[in-house]
Antibody, heavy 120, light 111 residues
């Protein structure tokens, strides 16, 4: 059974930092891209960042809204994926989901999500 | 970016057919592959993949769900609608890799 467990969320002031973690199990982690998708309260889904597998040289993608502020990384030895979030803005307030990225660009599995609130 | 447009809400009676549409701002098809996918999100839960590449049921999804379409116009059909299907449904394109985008979602409500 695929499991994705996010952690690291919380309340942070504007311009602050947080690091989200996602522990993955139940599938061949090394072979899949991983992503973070967020959902602001009462809103839809937005891809934040993704990272490919080693086979694709750990290529990364960032949404324009987070470029130069967020950094996605992974540790294949621990089946972990991370999202370092710096210079946070109030508009980054959202539920952040860790997902498994399928081979044709689908978000195959989703974690329960972790809440990030940016407020003074 | 490819923009996906969905109607905000759809009201349907239990046992009836629900048809949810998604229109893309440009084609999301490459040769015979239609790179449009559908997700279900129930209140308080994470989204779940329902249909991939326009018409393929994801693992464990009941056969009352189906998808169709090509180019810029796609449809998710639920027939018959059951109480457990009340949720918000999102379309998502992977034609423009890696800039995957979602529609704003269609909330399926009971009439």
């Amino acid at each position: 059974e695929v499991q994705l467990v996010e952690s690291g969320g919380g309340l942070v002031q504007p311009k602050g930092s947080l690091k989200l973690s996602c522990a993955a199990s139940g599938f061949d982690f090394n072979s899949y891209g991983m992503s973070w998708v967020r959902q602001a309260p009462g809103k839809g889904l937005d891809l934040v960042a993704d990272i490919s597998s080693k086979s694709y040289n750990y290529a990364t993608y960032y949404a324009d809204s987070v470029k130069d502020r967020f950094t996605i990384s992974r540790d294949d030895s621990q089946s972990m994926v991370y999202l370092q979030m710096d210079n946070l803005k109030t508009e980054d307030t959202a539920l952040y989901y860790c997902t498994v990225l399928g081979r044709t660009g689908t978000f195959d599995y989703w974690g329960q999500g972790v809440m990030v609130t940016v407020s003074s | 970016d490819i923009v996906l447009t969905q109607s905000p809400a759809l009201a349907v009676s239990l046992g009836q057919r629900a048809t949810i549409s998604c229109r893309a701002s440009q084609s999301v098809s490459i040769s015979r592959y239609n790179l449009m996918h559908w997700y279900q999100q129930k209140p308080g839960q994470q989204p779940k993949l329902l249909i991939y590449r326009a018409s393929n049921l994801a693992s464990g999804i009941p056969a009352r769900f189906s998808g169709s379409g090509s180019g810029t116009d796609f449809t998710l059909t639920i027939n018959p609608v059951q109480a457990d299907d009340i949720a918000t449904y999102y379309c998502q394109q992977s034609r423009e890799s890696p800039m995957y985008t979602f529609g704003a979602g269609t909330k399926l409500e009971l009439k």
